[in-house]
């Protein structure tokens, strides 16, 4: 039986709500929706391909952060190989962008064959059947560091 005095304080509680469970007190980052496909001719290998780049940064932080891209490239799945670097890419916005408190921002970014070459010898490390990933790196001026951001393994499409 509830007494008087816990129905009070369940009563408080209820009233004042929960707390936001949202700890991101520095941006955070991650990238969606990767793809790519591959373009060969008899010497060079290429890519074009995109993903989105997702920045959070939640309500319980001090201020905006201004949020730079510094690197990105495309590993082996397990991260033990360099196969593009750097990825050269466009961005939409582009870069800095201003994370607001409490608040995602969505960076489309998009990358060309032309910009991303490889030794055909890569052809089959970029078709692996476990996938590649794309890792990079991003300056948070909240945090005063840089952070680093890195998608699932993908497949990149058009292999032999």
Do not use: Y
């Not at 990238?31 to 008899?42: C, F």
């Not at 993903?51 to 510094?70: D, I, V």
């Not at 960076?107 to 692996?128: K, R, Y």
Request: aromatic fraction near 4%; include cysteine.
């Amino acid at each position: 039986m509830f007494t008087r005095r816990s129905l009070a304080a369940i009563a408080a509680l209820s009233l004042t709500g929960c707390p936001d469970p949202d700890a991101a007190v520095f941006v955070e980052a991650s990238i969606d929706n990767p793809t790519a496909t591959l373009q060969m001719s008899p010497l060079v290998a290429a890519l074009d391909g995109s993903f989105t780049l997702n920045l959070h940064l939640g309500p319980r932080a001090s201020g905006q952060s201004l949020a730079q891209l510094k690197q990105l490239s495309l590993t082996s799945e397990d991260r033990s190989a360099t196969l593009i670097a750097p990825l050269e890419v466009t961005t939409d916005p582009s870069f800095p962008v201003t994370v607001p408190v409490d608040s995602d921002v969505t960076v489309a970014i998009s990358f060309a064959a032309d910009d991303n070459t490889a030794d055909v010898s890569l052809v089959p490390a970029l078709c692996d059947p476990n996938g590649i990933v794309i890792v990079g790196a991003l300056d948070d001026s909240l945090r005063g560091a840089t952070i680093p951001v890195a998608s699932a393994p993908f497949q990149v499409q058009s292999c032999p």
